[in-house]
């Protein structure tokens, strides 16, 4: 598909542009911060939810952004989301959420898929962030796009995902 052609070729120009320092922050200093994610099913809906609940409740804001795939659900419409029908056919970006997203100025940017899509690809490359992260990626390529990948004890769950970055974080910045 064109679409998805042109998309690549723009991850791939903005991971060459984007070489700059990247920044770790304190988590009792973090305040502003992007959550992304595919919507997969119940279960990893309520995982992110709690996250993004333990990241409030620490005083952190959260920004969030979901892909919702063809013929997935959309469950309670509690998170913004863009379709694939959303980006145009030159990879135009045609939904205000977003745009909105990218528009952003984040600190930490957590992407909560196991696998990475072409949409979360991009997303990773052209969000204001200052450290992406996310669960680990086996090839050279898909690990370039985060500065912090977290190895979950158990693969596929985003439960047990969340609980270990929000654990990382906190213990590399000595915040416990």
């Not at 994610?37 to 005083?59: P, R, T, Y």
């Not at 196991?114 to 669960?135: C, E, P, W």
């Not at 609980?163 to 213990?171: A, D, G, N, P, T």
Request: glycine share 4%.
């Amino acid at each position: 598909m064109i679409k998805h052609k042109i998309l690549s070729y723009k991850i791939k120009r903005g991971q060459k542009k984007s070489k700059f320092l990247h920044q770790a922050y304190p988590y009792n200093k973090l305040k502003k911060v992007g959550v992304i994610f595919s919507f997969d099913d119940l279960k990893k809906h309520e995982a992110v939810k709690k996250f993004i609940k333990v990241l409030e409740n620490d005083g952190i804001e959260v920004k969030t952004l979901a892909y919702k795939p063809k013929d997935t659900q959309n469950f309670e419409f509690y998170f913004d989301f863009f379709e694939d029908k959303d980006i145009g056919f030159f990879g135009s970006i045609q939904n205000p959420y977003f745009q909105s997203f990218l528009d952003q100025k984040l600190e930490y940017l957590f992407c909560l898929d196991d696998s990475l899509n072409l949409f979360m690809q991009y997303l990773l490359v052209h969000t204001k962030s200052d450290t992406r992260i996310g669960a680990f990626q086996p090839t050279e390529d898909e690990a370039a796009f985060f500065e912090l990948m977290i190895k979950p004890k158990s693969n596929g769950d985003t439960k047990v995902l969340t609980e270990e970055i929000i654990h990382y974080v906190r213990k590399i910045s000595g915040n416990n």
